[in-house]
Every structure is written in structure tokens, then in C-alpha cells.
């Protein structure tokens, strides 16, 4: 009964308000939640009277406690829909009847995906971007069979993982490489996994195969041909040398290793070589048949009483005839007392070589010539440069006026003979002086001096004989002005060339054959080379430079006396050779 009268209450109450809001507010169509939920509402307020009631609304907006059935005054706000079967979902809200439809989703309600039903069963839908979409535009999901390959080509050199039959290379920039099957033989140039049929039979292998624990001895099979030629080694009965070795014909079978079969084989042979017996034959034995011939069997039954004797033999006052001969050969070691003879002379093309101490034979040339000294020298050429300086006054002493620089590693400079003359064109009236040309070896001479005139020294340029090797000087050059390159000079020069130079005098000064009077003074007419090395005679040793050596020519200790002018004249000749 309290139940019933609270029922009236709620509905005479939303009555009172439906008319308030009907006067104050416009109709609506749909209930708005915002209007009629505003406050607090205690939980008795809202709960149905009776059990299976819903919540519904008129047309004008009331709300009030009804039958949850459909009818055609009223809707529920939440209507039976829920009622529905399962995996069904809310279609939209007819505004007519306030009612929400509710239905199974379809794919065309997706706008992604294609109204295209699957063919088959077990398809999956697949992004296709040319089909067209249930908007109506391009770009949709179509059931089809999916299809899983590699992301990247053959050869590609993403990091990514691929999924693809084969792999990647190591050889440069890793790359990835399809599977191949090849019907014929690999060329060595394919990648990745590749597959081939194998022929049957025996296989081709190229290159060298090694094998392991192949044994030290092979036995022999097939026909061995033996003559008598050739080194035999000769051993006794067994390996271990315990039984002494027969030469006495006793020992009618010997033992033999390995398989041998050996067919024309001569009954008897000869033997060289050294033989070691063991306890009971003693000391090294050298055995050789009866003659050098071989056209004698060797004795070994005692019959020959007369043997050969090789080596050494000491004669006491027994009669026969012994063969004396030299035991020392051609440069094979230092002489003793044992020494009968040697070799006269020994005929080479080339200068042979010999060692410090040992006993030699004569050299002689293929043309019979004998070589003494080895002068003149085996040369791969020989030259001469004759030059002079340009006119010059004034010079500081020291100053070069002729280089020569070796550079060779592979050949020796042989200076046979450097000469000089000094010529002067230029007098003074009041002064005079010493005139003096310094020979200098330059040694560290790494790099070439500079300025000047050089001396060309190409093709054929300089030599003594056409046929000889073009000379290897690496620099040479006359001149004033000449710069110092990178040498070493010795502390003192080698030879020299003085000569004093009197006031009024013209003419020849060093190299000078004498001055006479004239009306404006001293000239000297005739002139000499005047050498400051000759070993051309053999009575002096020559210059012999190596790699990076040389000389130098300059003006002596004093300056040049002022108020003259002079130029120098020079000549020199040398060998090269490979050994000297």
C-alpha cells in the first residue's frame, strides 16, 4: 500500500514538472539527460516500483516508471535492445519512435574493407590499394591467401632480416644471395646456397691434396732398368749393421727391401761411394772396380792380387809404379805440405773469384792473354772529358772550379789521370801573387753540386771504344760559380799545382814553358799539362771510388791576385768496372 501511494506521488510529481517544462521549454524530441538529471536524487527516488519496469518517456519529455514493452506512446530510453541476441551491436536511433536498432555488424560497415565475399574458405583479408572500399573510394581490405617472401632482391645489402631461401656473403659489403640449382660444374663465380647434381663415378680434383700419415717407404712394383752408371748406396746385410758386410762370395743370398723387380740387370756392377762397416770391419772404406772402364769384374775372391790404391800413398823402399798427381785443385783451399802441384792456368771470359788464402791457378783471358795484375782492369768502359772554366777574376781561395760526383751502387769509378793548366788573359801593373790548383776527394757526396756547366755524358759521349757501356758518372761540370751539394771534403787535398804570377804577366801560368821580356812585360807562349794524378804508368795507384764519392778541382789556399784574369783548363780520364 506504501509502495502503491509512492507510486502516485512520483507520478503527480512528474506530472507538476512535465507542465512546468511544457510551458517554460520548447518540445523536445529526445530526452536531454543535462535537463532532467541536474541534483542529487536519493536512491529511493529512483528505483521501479515493480520489478521489470523501465525508466520511459512520452512525447513530450515525461519520464516515468513502465512496462519495459514496446508501445506506441512511449519508448523506453533504454529500450529492450539489450535483449538481443549476442555479438549484435547498436545500429543507429529511429527519431520517429525513439527506438535504437540493433543488428550483426557487416564488412561493408567497415570502410576499409571490400563488400567482395571470399571465394574460398580459409582466406584473410588483404590490404589490395586498387580495390574499392564500402566509402566508395580506392584502398581496401579483399579476402585472399596470404603470400610470405623476402622483403629485399637478390644482391640486396639491407641489415634488415629477410625472409629468403639462401643467405648473405662475407666477401665485401655482405649481400644477400638466392638459392640456385645449376645442372652443370660451378663456375666459382655464383653466391648464396647453390645446389647440383653429382655425377656418378670418379670426380676431377684440381690443386694440390695433402695426405697425412703417408708412410716414409713405398714398395716398388713393375721393372726396374739398372745400368751401370749412376750412385749406388751400398749398405750391409740389415739395417741395424750388425752383421759385417760380405764381399767374400759366402753371403749367397742378401736380403732386400720393399718389392723390386729388376730385369736386364747386369751380374756385376760397380760400387762408389763411402761404406761404414761396423765393429768387426772398422774405418771407412772407398771401393771401385778393378779399372775406370768397368770392362773388369771386381775381385772379391782374392785372385787379384794387384789392386788399384785411390787417396794417398806413402812409398818406402818398395819397387812398382805410382801415379803422382797434384791433391790440391783450382781455388779449393789453402796450400800445405801435401801439396805435389797445381793447375798452371785457367782460362775464364770472365775475371774469376777467389778467396783470401787459398791456393789459385793462373787466370788467362779466352784469347790466351795472362792476366798479371788485372791491369788495365776488366772494364765495362772507359772515357776522358777535357773542358775549361769560363774567364773569371777575383776568386775567394777554396772556390770549386771543377765537380765530379760517382752515384753508382752496382759498378767502382777508376781515375786514372787528372791534369791541368791555368792561362792568363788579364794582368795587373802593381800586383802579383801565388796561383795555386787544389785535387780534393769529396766523400758522403749524397747530392750533386749545382751551377756552372755540366759535361753530357749520354750515348756515346766520352767513351774510349763505341762498343763500350755508356758512362755512368752521375754528375760532372766545369765552372765559377759552382754550388756545393751534400759532400764531405777531405782534410787536405790529394796533389796540387803552384805557380807564381808576376805583375805585366800574360800567358800561360801554371803549365807554362817559361816567360819572356816583352815591351809590356812577362808573357809566356808555350804551356804543359801539369798532372795532379797519373796512375796511367803503374807506377801510382789510382782513384777508386763507390757509391757516392768523388773529387773536386779548386783554387788552392790563397786567393786569386787582384787585378788578373785567368781560366782554367782540365782533363781527366777514368774506368768503370764491376769489381776493381
Not at 518540445?27 to 520489478?51: E, M
Not at 646456397?193 to 713405398?218: D, E, M
Not at 759498378?411 to 791534369?419: D, H, K, N, P, S
Not at 760559380?481 to 804577366?505: C, E, H, K, Y
Request: hydrophobic share 35%.
Amino acid at each position: 500500500m506504501v509502495l502503491t501511494n509512492l507510486r502516485k506521488r512520483l507520478r503527480g510529481l512528474w506530472l507538476l514538472l512535465a507542465v512546468f517544462c511544457a510551458t517554460a521549454l520548447p518540445a523536445q524530441t529526445k530526452p536531454n539527460i543535462n535537463l532532467y538529471t541536474s541534483g542529487n536524487l536519493l536512491p529511493s527516488r529512483i528505483q521501479p516500483g515493480v520489478a521489470g519496469e523501465c525508466l520511459t518517456t512520452d512525447v513530450l519529455g515525461n519520464t516515468a516508471w513502465g512496462s519495459c514493452g514496446s508501445g506506441s506512446g512511449s519508448s523506453g530510453v533504454f529500450p529492450q535492445t539489450f535483449a538481443a541476441a549476442s555479438h549484435q551491436w547498436l545500429n543507429g536511433y529511429n527519431a520517429t519512435n525513439g527506438l535504437f536498432t540493433h543488428g550483426a555488424a557487416l564488412s561493408t560497415d567497415l570502410a576499409d574493407f571490400s563488400a567482395a565475399a571470399p571465394s574460398t574458405a580459409g582466406k584473410i583479408p588483404i590490404y589490395d590499394p586498387t580495390a574499392t572500399n564500402s566509402a566508395g573510394g580506392t584502398g581496401a581490405y579483399v579476402p585472399g591467401d596470404p603470400l610470405v617472401q623476402g622483403l629485399f632482391a637478390d644482391t640486396s645489402t639491407s641489415a634488415e632480416n629477410p625472409v629468403a631461401i639462401g643467405g648473405y656473403d662475407t666477401a665485401g659489403t655482405p649481400a644477400l644471395h638466392r638459392g640456385t640449382f645449376i645442372n652443370g660444374t660451378p663456375g666459382g663465380s655464383e653466391y648464396g646456397f647453390i645446389t647440383r647434381n653429382i655425377p656418378s663415378g670418379t670426380q676431377p680434383i684440381s690443386g694440390s691434396v695433402s695426405v697425412l700419415n703417408f708412410p716414409a717407404t713405398q714398395p716398388i712394383s713393375g721393372t726396374v732398368a739398372a745400368t751401370q752408371s749412376g750412385t749406388w748406396t751400398v749398405q750391409p746385410g740389415n739395417t741395424a749393421n750388425t752383421t759385417a758386410w760380405k764381399v767374400d762370395g759366402s753371403a749367397t743370398t742378401q736380403p732386400v727391401s720393399g718389392s723390386v723387380s729388376v730385369s736386364n740387370f747386369p751380374g756385376t756392377q760397380p760400387v762408389s761411394g763411402t761404406v761404414t762397416a761396423n765393429a768387426a770391419q772398422s774405418g771407412t772404406w772407398t771401393v771401385q772396380p778393378g779399372n775406370t772402364a768397368n770392362t773388369t769384374a771386381w775381385k772379391v775372391d782374392g785372385s787379384a792380387v794387384t789392386q788399384p790404391v785411390s787417396g794417398t800413398v806413402t812409398a818406402n823402399a818398395g819397387t812398382g809404379t805410382f801415379a803422382v798427381q797434384g791433391a790440391k785443385s783450382e781455388n779449393a783451399a789453402a796450400p800445405s805440405t801435401t801439396n805435389v802441384g797445381t793447375l798452371p792456368a785457367v782460362a775464364n771470359a770472365a775475371l774469376p773469384t777467389k778467396t783470401e788464402g787459398n791456393q789459385v791457378a793462373l787466370s788467362m783471358d779466352l784469347a790466351g792473354n795472362l792476366r798479371v795484375y788485372g791491369h788495365p782492369p776488366n772494364v765495362l768502359g772507359c772515357y776522358m772529358v777535357n773542358g775549361r772554366t769560363s774567364t773569371y777574376t777575383g776568386l775567394s781561395a777554396a772556390t770549386p772550379l771543377f765537380s765530379y760526383r760517382w752515384g753508382s751502387s752496382t759498378a767502382l769509378a777508376v781515375i786514372m789521370r787528372v791534369r791541368v793548366m791555368v792561362a792568363t788573359t788579364g794582368t795587373s801593373t802593381t800586383n802579383s801573387g801565388q796561383v795555386e790548383r787544389e785535387l780534393i776527394v769529396a766523400r758522403s757526396f749524397t747530392a750533386s753540386d749545382t751551377g756552372g756547366t755540366a759535361v753530357t755524358l749520354t750515348g756515346n759521349n766520352q767513351k774510349m771504344r763505341t762498343s763500350q757501356a755508356t758512362s755512368l758518372v752521375t754528375d760532372m761540370r766545369f765552372g765559377t760559380t759552382i754550388t756545393a751539394g751534400t759532400r764531405t771534403l777531405d782534410a787536405n787535398p790529394i796533389a796540387s799545382a803552384v805557380a807564381w804570377l808576376a805583375p805585366n804577366f800574360t800567358g800561360m801560368d801554371i803549365g807554362g814553358s817559361g816567360a819572356s821580356a816583352t815591351a809590356a812585360g812577362w808573357t809566356s807562349i808555350g804551356g804543359n799539362w801539369v798532372d795532379l794524378l797519373n796512375a796511367t804508368n803503374g807506377q801510382m795507384y789510382p782513384l777508386v771510388f763507390a757509391q757516392n764519392e768523388g773529387f773536386i778541382v779548386r783554387v788552392g789556399k790563397d786567393a786569386m791576385p787582384t787585378g788578373f784574369t785567368q781560366q782554367t783548363y782540365l782533363e781527366t780520364d777514368w774506368c768503370e768496372v764491376s769489381a776493381y
